[in-house]
T-cell receptor, first 116, second 112 residues
C-alpha cells in the first residue's frame, strides 16, 4: 500500500526567507502524481503545485517549487520569499495512475508559521 | 466556474438528529470525494464516486453514514442518527479525469 510521510509537524520561517517542507512516499507504482495542498485558517484546501512522476523537470508555480527525487521517493516543497499569507497547513498527497480517478493518499501535514 | 459548492457552511444539531450535507461538484468533473477532517484523525476519505457510482466506501465510519450521488451535479452525505463524535469539518471535492481534486469550502458540523 502507498504511504505518504511528512516528518515535520511544524516549521517556522522569517518573512521574506526561504523554507523547505519535506515529504517522502512509498509506492511500487511507476506512474503516479504528487501534489502539495495548502490549508490556511479559512479551512479552504487549495492546490499549490502538481508533479507528474514521468516528468523529470521539477514543477514550479511562482514562488513555489518542488524538488522531486523519484529514486529517493522524495517530494519537497520550497517556498521562496515567504509571505505572511503563506502561513497555513501544507499537505503532501500521492495519487497513482494516469488514466482514471484514484483517491489521494495524504500526509499528516506540516504547519508553517511565518514570523514577521 | 463557481467551484465546488457545499451547503450548509455551518450546522449545529443535537445528538440523535438527522444531518444532511450537500455538494455540487464542478461541472464536467466525473469524480466526487467526501472527506472528514478532525484534529485527532486529520483528513479522512469517507467515500468517492466515479461517474455517479460509489467506488470505495471503506472510509465510511459506520452504518449511520450514507452517501448518494443521484446525478452528476449533486451529492449528499447523511448522518442518522448523529452523535457528538461526528463533529468535524466535512469536505467535498471533485476532479475531472486524470487531474487533481478541487475542494469545496467545507461544512463545519457540531453535534451537541
Amino acid at each position: 500500500a502507498q504511504t505518504v510521510t511528512q516528518s515535520q509537524p511544524e516549521m517556522s520561517v522569517q518573512e521574506a526567507e526561504t523554507v523547505t517542507l519535506s515529504c517522502t512516499y512509498d509506492t511500487s507504482e511507476s506512474d503516479y502524481y504528487l501534489f502539495w495542498y495548502k490549508q490556511p485558517p479559512s479551512r479552504q484546501m487549495i492546490l499549490v503545485i502538481r508533479q507528474e512522476a514521468y516528468k523529470q523537470q521539477n514543477a514550479t508555480e511562482n514562488r513555489f517549487s518542488v524538488n522531486f527525487q523519484k529514486a529517493a521517493k522524495s517530494f519537497s516543497l520550497k517556498i521562496s520569499d515567504s509571505q505572511l499569507g503563506d502561513a497555513a497547513m501544507y499537505f503532501c498527497a500521492y495519487r497513482r495512475g494516469r488514466d482514471s480517478n484514484y483517491q489521494l493518499i495524504w500526509g499528516a501535514g506540516t504547519k508553517l508559521i511565518i514570523k514577521p | 466556474d463557481a467551484g465546488v459548492i457545499q451547503s450548509p457552511r455551518h450546522e449545529v444539531t443535537e445528538m440523535g438528529q438527522e444531518v444532511t450535507l450537500r455538494c455540487k461538484p464542478i461541472s464536467g468533473h466525473n469524480s466526487l470525494f467526501w472527506y472528514r477532517q478532525t484534529m485527532m484523525r486529520g483528513l479522512e476519505l469517507l467515500i468517492y464516486f466515479n461517474n455517479n457510482v460509489p467506488i470505495d466506501d471503506s472510509g465510511m465510519p459506520e452504518d449511520r453514514f450514507s452517501a448518494k450521488m443521484p446525478n452528476a451535479s449533486f451529492s449528499t452525505l447523511k448522518i442518522q442518527p448523529s452523535e457528538p463524535r461526528d463533529s468535524a469539518v466535512y469536505f467535498c471535492a471533485s476532479s475531472p479525469r486524470d487531474r487533481e481534486q478541487y475542494f469545496g469550502p467545507g461544512t463545519r458540523l457540531t453535534v451537541t
